[in-house]
C-alpha cells in the first residue's frame, strides 16, 4: 500500500488504509480496508467501492468499531457501526454478530437496502 495508514492500531499490528474516490465535485467517497501488518493479509476489502468509512476508533490493540455509510447516503440510520475483532477474525454489524469477516459486507448490503429512504 502505498497511502499512510488511515488509523493504526494501539500496537501497530492492524492498519486500516483507505481508498479515495471523488463521487462528485469536491464529495469523497473514503472506502476502507483492513490489513494485518505483520502477515500482510487482507482481513477486510469492500467490493463495492461505494461504502465509505466516516470513523474508526480503536477500543484494544485488535478491536476496532467503524461507521460505514454507502454513497450516496439516502439511508436511515445515516451509517452503520461494524465492530471489528481482528485475532478472532469476526465482526459485529449493527449489533449483529457476523460469524466471519468475509460475511460484513453483505451484511451491510441488507441493512441498507432495508434502510433506504
Known amino acids: ?7 493504526t492500531s494501539p500496537d501497530g499490528r492492524y492498519a486500516i488504509y483507505v481508498d479515495m474516490l471523488e463521487a462528485r ?6 472506502c476502507p480496508s483492513l490489513v494485518d501488518t505483520r502477515s500482510g493479509e487482507t ?5 463495492d ?18 461507521d460505514l455509510r454507502k ?9 452503520f457501526e461494524v465492530a471489528i475483532d481482528c485475532t478472532a477474525r469476526t465482526a ?13 459486507e453483505a451484511a451491510l448490503e441488507r441493512l ?4 433506504k429512504r
Open 43 to 47: 482481513l477486510l476489502r469492500f467490493s
Open 71 to 79: 454513497y450516496p447516503g439516502d439511508h436511515r440510520p445515516a451509517s
Open 112 to 115: 441498507y437496502l432495508a434502510a
Open 1 to 7: 500500500m502505498s497511502e499512510p495508514a488511515k488509523s
Open 49 to 66: 467501492s461505494n461504502w465509505s468509512m466516516d470513523r474508526a476508533r480503536w477500543n484494544s490493540d485488535a478491536v476496532v468499531p467503524m
Open 25 to 30: 465535485m469536491s464529495h469523497w467517497i473514503e
Open 92 to 104: 459485529t454489524v449493527a449489533g449483529t454478530p457476523a460469524a466471519a469477516l468475509g460475511e460484513v
